[in-house]
């Protein structure tokens, strides 16, 4: 076997060990629930029992528009993401300690490819959307993490207010 063979495959395999240690993690600390799962924002909402739809747009100047959203405990709310800027951007809403922990996961892995209801990442000219129930009143963040972008002030919070 060559030196390049071995070198790929030791790449590969280091590559699924690190991709089973995610999928063995669950719902972790980084807000990677999935399914119906109730978590420390919320939980996934169905798009049928919405009961209002808001717009956010993401644009390179690093900001959301809104970035200051109210809503009401118990709500689900249809987000439709608009990434109207000419680089990838996403929105990831999380406490702000998750968000912090997945930022730094996102500076080794700025390709990561997300499968949670909680995030969307977009192509320039894309749209997308998270369906979400606020259960608990608080505060829930949101972010970009693609490198660079949070610490730009790439990040807005939803305000959610008690019954």
Known sequence: MSRQTVSIRFVALA????????????NHAGGHGHGDEETAIGKPGTA???????????????????SDIQVRQGE???FVIKNLGQV???LSLGTEKELLEHLEV???FPDMVHDEPS???LAPGKQGEIV???????????????????????????????K
């Open 132 to 162: 979400w129930r606020f259960t608990k009143a608080g505060t829930v963040n949101f972010a970009c993490l693609m490198p660079g972008h949070y610490e730009a002030g790439m990040k807005g919070a939803i305000r959610v207010n008690k």
């Open 76 to 78: 689900t709310v249809r």
């Open 15 to 26: 590559v699924l060990g690190l991709s089973g240690a995610a999928f063995a993690a669950g």
């Open 88 to 90: 990838k951007h996403e």
């Open 106 to 108: 996102m500076k080794k």
């Open 119 to 121: 995030k969307v990442t």
């Open 48 to 66: 049928t029992k919405a009961t209002r739809t808001i717009t956010v747009e993401m644009s390179d100047s690093m900001r959301y528009s809104p």
